[in-house]
């Protein structure tokens, strides 16, 4: 189970929560200019930046110190982070509570799916269990016998043909 939630973690540590710690560790502060608003793509912001000489682009929902994405405008200067040994990586608004997010949800997913896999594996186990120990699927000694004297001592009732629409009653069995 410890070796599941390690490869779990990794899994999905490896998909930002490196870079948002780089970038909260050695982040450098500076400005972007929005250059278009996509509210129909998670409220993502598309921003562009300057790192010396070079321009960058980068894509990603308003995080704080920047406003969220309603007020924005083409044009607005907002805040940024980005990593100064590779100036390609940004991040729109302050590192810290981005990396934060990250972190708590790789932990809850790290304990919770787990935990998800182990709760329906016993659940399924539960099910297989009484299934198998079933009263129905396994003959009961005590019923057969019991339904074998009966049926001696009881009429059995024997059909006529549908167009009489009677039955009568046969002591022979």
Known sequence: MDVL????????????????RRMAMR???GRATVVELLPQIHNTVRYEYHVGERAFQGNM??????PPLEPLSVGQSL?????PEHPEDSVFGDPEPIFKNETISIALATVGFP???????????????QTINSPHKQPNKRLEK???TRSLRSPVLASQPESLGVGIVDWRV
């Open 5 to 20: 939630a390690v490869v779990i973690a990794i899994g999905i540590g490896s998909l930002n929560w490196l870079s948002y």
């Open 27 to 29: 982040g450098v502060l």
């Open 61 to 66: 929902q308003s995080w704080p110190a920047n």
């Open 79 to 83: 805040v940024i982070y980005y990593d």
């Open 115 to 129: 935990t998800f896999l182990v709760v329906v594996w016993a659940w399924r186990t539960s099910v297989t269990v």
């Open 146 to 148: 019991e339904s074998s």
